[in-house]
């Protein structure tokens, strides 16, 4: 639902080219005297003692995978290191951070450059990110080109199921990537009918629109497959560090220190490409869409799907009212098993929902939302992103 496997990914750009406590207590007039201070102290210490509903759930989960990509990461950990990246999104003024120049133009041929002779391999093209970028890679290497693939990570699919039509994927059947063979293995889960609904103004059903859930694991690994048959050469753990245009060519400079070059470079590095902040110069988003949910156990109504169904008016969390969006879909790991989805469009400024916030939430909205008990529910994982808007999205 949030970006379409194959719809046009606007990061996939073509590069031509808590405050100290003693502090605290200190300067608050309530807490001068000394007995309040300690009870304050206590409830304070005791407070921040007690996980959070959301921290209990998630650390009794066991995660055993996680991988690049969005999506990719299940645990607590990355949880709150996600949420500390939208904190500091929200904190800022209009500058997220002075991005890193990465694309650097240069004057002149590689040739007369430092760099002459100094790459280790040629390609027509190299594509940055591999988690969506080995699907046009495969793409253009069935065209003929030779084609690299640079991947700051592993290059591997995550668990948590994509939600997509059949008629997105046949598109890529059209170009070579897949056949229907693949389509058919990599599908874990089919479902219909899909409802999209918004509360008090009725359901419209449709039918086959985002109504498989294919696995990203068996999916990546199929492509990556074909990919290296056609002769396609992958970088795994390897960031692209920068990027470098002469008049003749690009130089990629890769975090170790090898150095590709090619005639095109394309970005499917996502929504926190290096690249995209460096076009938009580390500009604060405009909106961003919040997204947490779970995959889990026991759905015994589970045939149809929600594409998008608004179940309440505005919610307050955190310091904000926000309105709130549901999908959920059959999952592939069992007949009993559903992936929920909560979502929201907001304004990245302090007091903002953060992630945990909005699960704090989804654990009392999402057992009304499907009409169960969050007690016969057994969570497997738990799953949380965030995506930058701009009005300007050129
Ligand atoms: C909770 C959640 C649910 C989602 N559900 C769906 C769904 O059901 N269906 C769907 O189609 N989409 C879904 N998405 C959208 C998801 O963003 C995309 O499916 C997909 O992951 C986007 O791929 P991408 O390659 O554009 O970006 P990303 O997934 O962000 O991948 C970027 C890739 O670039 C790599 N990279 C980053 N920086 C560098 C660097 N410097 N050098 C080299 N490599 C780098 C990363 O390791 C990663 O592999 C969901 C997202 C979330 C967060």
């Known amino acids: 639902m949030f970006l379409p496997l194959t719809s046009c990914n606007p990061n996939m750009g073509i590069v031509i080219q808590l405050d100290h406590c003693s502090g605290l207590y200190q300067q608050h007039p309530r807490l001068t005297n000394p007995l309040v201070r300690r009870t304050q102290r206590r409830k304070l210490l005791v407070a921040q003692a007690v996980p959070s509903r959301t921290q209990r759930i998630m650390e009794s989960i066991s995660v055993t995978s996680e991988v690049g990509g969005a999506g990719g990461a299940y645990s607590y950990n990355a949880l709150k290191r996600l949420d500390q990246i939208w904190s500091n999104i929200c904190s800022t003024q209009t500058v997220s951070q002075e991005p890193q120049k990465v694309v650097v133009p240069n004057p002149g041929l590689l040739s007369n450059s430092d760099l002459a002779g100094k790459e280790v391999e040629k390609f027509d093209v190299v594509v940055c990110g591999g988690t969506l970028g080995i699907f046009i890679a495969t793409a253009l290497s069935a ?181 709130l969006f549901w999908e959920a879909f059959p999952a592939g790991s069992g007949p009993l098993d559903r992936t929920t989805y909560m979502f929201t469009y907001v304004q990245p400024r302090p007091g903002s929902p953060k992630l945990e916030e909005l699960l704090e939430s989804y654990w009392d909205l999402m057992p009304k939302y499907q009409g169960i008990s969050l007690e016969n529910v057994e969570i497997q994982r738990v799953i949380y992103g965030i995506f930058p808007t701009y009005r300007d999205s050129s």
């Not at 063979?181 to 059903?205: H, L, M, V, Y």
Request: a negative charge.
């Open 143 to 323: 065209k003929g080109l030779r084609v690299g693939i640079v991947e700051r990570n592993v290059l591997q699919g995550r668990e948590q199921e994509w939600n997509i039509s059949r008629k997105e994927l046949l598109e890529l059947v059209e170009v070579g990537v897949l056949t229907d063979e693949d389509i058919e293995q990599a599908t874990s889960s089919k479902f219909n009918p899909n409802r999209c609904g918004f509360e008090d103004k009725g359901e419209i059903w449709v039918q086959d629109i985002l109504n498989l859930g294919v696995s990203p694991a068996k999916l990546i690994d199929i492509v990556k497959s074909r990919f290296n048959s056609l002769g396609g050469v992958i970088f795994e753990s390897c960031a692209v560090s920068s990027i470098r245009v002469y008049e003749d060519i690009a130089t990629l400079q890769l975090a170790g220190g090898k150095i590709l070059s090619c005639q095109l470079v394309l970005d499917a590095m996502g929504n926190f490409s290096p690249v995209v902040k460096q076009i938009r110069s580390g500009r604060k988003p405009d909106g961003v869409c919040l997204v947490v949910g779970t995959c889990a156990h026991g759905f015994r109504e589970n045939s149809s799907s929600d594409v998008i169904y608004s179940s309440s008016s505005v919610e307050k969390i955190g310091d904000s009212e926000v309105q």
